[in-house]
């Protein structure tokens, strides 16, 4: 996001979408005249509000190709799809940003209210390595006409997954960044190559944070589960038991009481196999 861009959550940005869809239904003539009162009490907002609904109006152009949209997102090809949701390429209408756009059809309020119970959390996280939501809101899904939540995260550049000839560095660094989660009460459930990559400069990139707390049905992901899975991992990596401190064998064998941080503390300690 650009500097003084509002950011999903916070006032300016609940104000910021508010305005855009009442204003992207209006004729242009009140669209003009909408925002000349917007613009006095906040320029910023304004001048970002401007852009979006000029985006709108350079894809309705007649001649112009159909494109599905999302918000202020143009959906530009689907990435994967499961029984729960689908991923899309997607770029900014306004600052032609890429990014990753994850639609998640909704039946009834409870994925809603699990989103806005989950919000405060993620965004009171700072490790480097937990790529959070850059937007976050409910739409109508293309295509299908659905509600939907829709889910905005960065678009990583030439990754990989961290198992991939990275050592246990990288996935000591994942212990210690799923600590941090842990210890605000989230729990990821979906580690594995597809979620803890590496970007192309090198640094370690967990996805997908919050995702499944949000499908979750009666059972929550939980602390234990990363933790086994993060155990599992270096395990893996390190190819001989013989070599991998107890707390980690024990963690990959299932055994519960384990934490993030102590699978950490345990592989740093005398220099592990892996670590640089």
């Given at each position: 996001m650009?500097?003084?861009?509002?950011?999903?959550?916070?006032?300016?940005?609940?104000?910021?979408?508010a305005l855009?869809?009442?204003?992207?239904?209006l004729?242009e003539?009140?669209?003009?005249?909408?925002?000349?009162?917007?613009?006095?009490e906040?320029?910023?907002l304004?001048?970002?509000l401007?852009?979006l609904?000029?985006?709108v109006?350079?894809?309705?152009?007649?001649?112009?190709?159909r494109?599905?949209?999302?918000?202020?997102?143009?959906?530009?090809?689907?990435l994967?799809?499961?029984?729960?949701?689908?991923v899309?390429l997607?770029?900014?209408?306004?600052r032609?940003?890429p990014a990753?756009l994850?639609?998640?059809?909704?039946?009834?309020?409870?994925?809603?209210?699990?989103?806005r119970?989950?919000?405060?959390?993620?965004?009171?996280?700072?490790?480097p390595?937990?790529?959070?939501?850059?937007?976050?809101?409910?739409?109508?899904?293309?295509?299908?006409?659905?509600a939907?939540?829709?889910?905005?995260?960065?678009?990583l550049?030439?990754?990989a997954?961290?198992?991939q000839?990275?050592?246990?560095e990288?996935?000591?660094?994942?212990?210690?960044a799923?600590?941090?989660?842990?210890a605000?009460?989230?729990?990821h459930?979906?580690l594995?190559p597809?979620?803890v990559?590496v970007?192309?400069d090198?640094?370690?990139?967990?996805l997908?944070?919050?995702?499944?707390?949000l499908?979750?049905?009666?059972?929550?992901?939980?602390?234990?589960?990363?933790?086994?899975?993060?155990?599992?991992?270096l395990l893996?990596?390190?190819?001989?038991?013989a070599?991998v401190?107890e707390?980690?064998?024990?963690?990959?064998?299932?055994?519960?009481?384990?934490?993030?941080?102590d699978?950490?503390r345990?592989?740093?300690?005398?220099?592990?196999?892996g670590?640089?």
């Amino acid at each position: 996001m650009t500097a003084g861009a509002a950011r999903p959550g916070d006032p300016r940005w609940l104000r910021l979408r508010a305005l855009f869809t009442e204003l992207v239904e209006l004729p242009e003539s009140a669209r003009a005249e909408a925002l000349a009162r917007v613009g006095p009490e906040d320029p910023a907002l304004a001048a970002e509000l401007a852009a979006l609904l000029a985006a709108v109006s350079a894809d309705l152009e007649p001649g112009a190709p159909r494109r599905e949209q999302v918000g202020a997102w143009r959906l530009e090809g689907l990435l994967a799809r499961d029984s729960s949701s689908s991923v899309h390429l997607a770029r900014h209408r306004a600052r032609s940003t890429p990014a990753m756009l994850r639609l998640v059809p909704v039946e009834g309020p409870e994925p809603i209210e699990r989103l806005r119970e989950l919000l405060p959390r993620l965004t009171q996280l700072r490790h480097p390595a937990l790529v959070r939501w850059l937007e976050c809101g409910l739409c109508t899904a293309p295509g299908s006409g659905v509600a939907a939540l829709y889910l905005v995260a960065p678009r990583l550049e030439g990754d990989a997954a961290a198992e991939q000839g990275h050592g246990a560095e990288l996935l000591v660094e994942a212990c210690e960044a799923l600590a941090e989660a842990h210890a605000a009460g989230l729990a990821h459930g979906r580690l594995g190559p597809e979620t803890v990559r590496v970007d192309a400069d090198g640094r370690l990139r967990i996805l997908d944070l919050g995702l499944e707390e949000l499908l979750a049905g009666a059972r929550r992901p939980s602390a234990a589960d990363d933790v086994h899975a993060l155990a599992a991992a270096l395990l893996r990596v390190a190819g001989d038991a013989a070599g991998v401190p107890e707390p980690v064998r024990r963690a990959a064998a299932g055994a519960t009481g384990e934490q993030a941080a102590d699978l950490a503390r345990a592989w740093r300690a005398g220099g592990r196999p892996g670590l640089r």
